[in-house]
Nanobody
Framework: QVQLVESGGGLVQPGGSLRLSCLAS????????LSWYRQPPGKDRELVAA????????NYAASVKGRFTISRDNAKNTLYLQMNSLKSEDTAVYYC?????????WGQGTQVTVSS
């Protein structure tokens, strides 16, 4: 079955960096677009970044553009999110997502806390 396992979250000071990873299995990784979402405390889940199957195109939320970079390694079935210049408002649980037709798949999430 489809599995998405995020890692790399943690506590970081404002201005710092983190790199999230999402290891996928159970589907043809290189055939699907993938996304990162996040859910800040007390707020709805929101799209952070997305990438097409062969990395031809990427898309970012306005709040992270220029600071975050989404990438993927299809040989390793892994999705990444490089997060630089982190701000307190980036504090959230970050989720990896893949979907097709009527099926949606989410990872368990990884906590990112930006605080001094």
């Amino acid at each position: 079955q489809v599995q998405l396992v995020e890692s790399g979250g943690g506590l970081v000071q404002p201005g710092g960096s983190l790199r999230l990873s999402c290891l996928a299995s159970g589907f043809t990784f290189g055939a699907h677009a993938l996304s990162w979402y996040r859910q800040p405390p007390g707020k709805d889940r929101e799209l952070v970044a997305a990438i097409t199957a062969l990395s031809e195109m990427t898309n970012y939320a306005a709040s992270v553009k220029g600071r975050f970079t989404i990438s993927r390694d299809n040989a390793k079935n892994t999705l990444y999110l490089q997060m630089n210049s982190l701000k307190s408002e980036d504090t959230a649980v970050y989720y990896c997502y893949v979907g097709w037709f009527e099926d949606d798949y989410w990872g368990q999430g990884t906590q990112v806390t930006v605080s001094s």
